[in-house]
């Protein structure tokens, strides 16, 4: 994608992200917002993928080995690549963000962590790791029974709505001992962040990417995030119990906007919680 474009993808990504999940804006406007954003988008793929089709080269980015898969395979209809154009590009705007919002305030709070990370850069991708596990982006994903079975003592039958509550299970002592400390050199095994089986996220090595390059940056490049920094934090949450993230944190140096002097501030806000309890076994 052109970078010139990239302001205009996330303006219609929000505005689809915004009109769902469980913060949706069910107004006339969000959803005629919605329903523009998904239209501008839908003729925007079909046009790129049209010319990747007929171009007839080697693919050359992603959308070029979608066209090419659907010059091979019918059921890969242009309506079907189309929407996966779409969902690729809308699923991995707030979880990123999220994840690397997340991971600041973690750090804000654990000074000697972030002086490990820059000790041992190294330990940035198995932080990464930790940090998915810890708090994840996405909470919770709902899915519906294959078959009937048994749950915990409940009866489940085949069809019935589940909702799996990701940042739970990531909190279980069975699985994940000291749950509630954050240790970047856990090994942390198989965590949920990215899903299971066949609907196990397909942008996963990329959002791994970009949370590995986007931390290993702000630790280089931020001075804010200095041990002995204690910035001043402002930061906001949507009220989403699923794409859980800050929606914008501003990191301060102390003694701008008018800070009155000698008056203490606490460097890392209360992240609000999200009224779900981990169940003591």
Request: zero cysteines.
């Given at each position: 994608m052109e970078g010139r474009l990239w302001p205009w993808f996330r303006e219609r990504a929000l505005a689809l992200q915004e009109a769902g999940g469980t913060r949706?804006?069910?107004?006339?406007?969000?959803?005629?917002?919605?329903?523009?954003?998904?239209?501008e988008l839908e003729r925007y793929f079909t046009a790129a993928l049209a010319a990747r089709r007929h171009a007839g080269c080697a693919p050359r980015d992603l959308m070029g080995a979608l066209a090419a898969a659907g010059r091979e395979d019918p059921s890969l209809t242009p309506a079907v690549l189309t929407s996966t154009c779409v969902h690729l590009l809308t699923a991995g705007h707030e979880t990123t963000t999220g994840l690397l919002g997340k991971a600041v305030l973690a750090l804000l709070a654990r000074p000697g962590t972030v002086t490990e990370l820059r000790a041992e850069p190294g330990l940035v991708a198995g932080a990464v790791e930790e940090f998915l596990r810890f708090d994840p982006p996405v909470q919770?994903?709902?899915?519906?029974?294959?078959?009937?079975?048994?749950?915990?003592?409940?009866?489940?039958?085949?069809?019935?709505?589940?909702?799996?509550?990701?940042?739970?299970?990531?909190?279980?002592?069975?699985?994940?001992?000291?749950?509630?400390?954050?240790?970047i050199r856990r090994a942390t095994g198989r965590h949920c962040a990215f899903g299971l089986g066949i609907h196990y996220c397909a942008g996963a090595a990329l959002a791994r990417l970009e949370a590995e390059t986007g931390l290993a940056v702000l630790l280089d490049r931020l001075p804010l995030l200095r041990p002995d920094a204690r910035p001043l934090v402002e930061v906001e949450y949507a009220p989403d119990w699923v794409f859980h993230g800050p929606s914008r944190l501003v990191l301060r140096e102390r003694g701008q906007e008018g800070e009155a002097a000698g008056k203490d501030h606490h460097p890392t806000p209360v992240i609000p919680p999200l009224g779900i309890k981990r169940r003591s076994a």
């Open positions: 949706g804006d069910r107004t006339g406007a969000g959803l005629a917002r919605a329903e523009r954003a998904a239209g919770m994903v709902t899915r519906w029974a294959w078959r009937d079975t048994e749950l915990a003592g409940r009866r489940v039958r085949r069809g019935d709505r589940l909702v799996a509550v990701i940042g739970s299970a990531h909190r279980d002592p069975a699985h994940f001992p000291d749950p509630d400390v954050l240790d």
